[in-house]
């Protein structure tokens, strides 16, 4: 098992930035492939970025520019840095990862960009 701690949310202008964390408890977390997801009010969940065991990145079309996604394995945490935040990046957003053919979330940090 793994537990999966989002945080770093919260309420930011239009153009402004966030970093988000999610941070594991299992020590092996460089192992695994880590998503961020996002929920908006009514919507469904939609994946954001990926990283893989290796580093490598991969982006949904409407963030690729703006949101980096890394990882910082001593910690057992991931990252995702975010910029040039839109009103429409509003969301619930989650980390996510596969082990043993189970899939693990986080609870989950809100981001709000209003002005």
Do not use: H
């Amino acid at each position: 098992q793994v537990q999966l701690v989002e945080s770093g949310g919260g309420l930011v202008q239009p153009g402004g930035s966030l970093r988000l964390s999610c941070a594991a408890s299992r020590s092996d977390f460089s192992l695994y492939t880590v998503g961020w997801y996002r929920q908006a009010p009514g919507k469904q969940r939609d994946w954001v970025a990926t990283i893989t065991s290796r580093g490598s990145a991969y982006y949904e079309d409407s963030v690729k520019g703006r949101f980096t996604i890394s990882r910082d394995d001593a910690k057992n945490t991931v990252y995702l840095q975010m910029s040039g935040l839109k009103p429409e990046d509003t969301a619930v957003y989650y980390c996510n990862t596969q082990l043993q053919l189970t899939s693990y979330w986080g609870q989950g940090t809100q981001v709000t960009v209003s002005s």
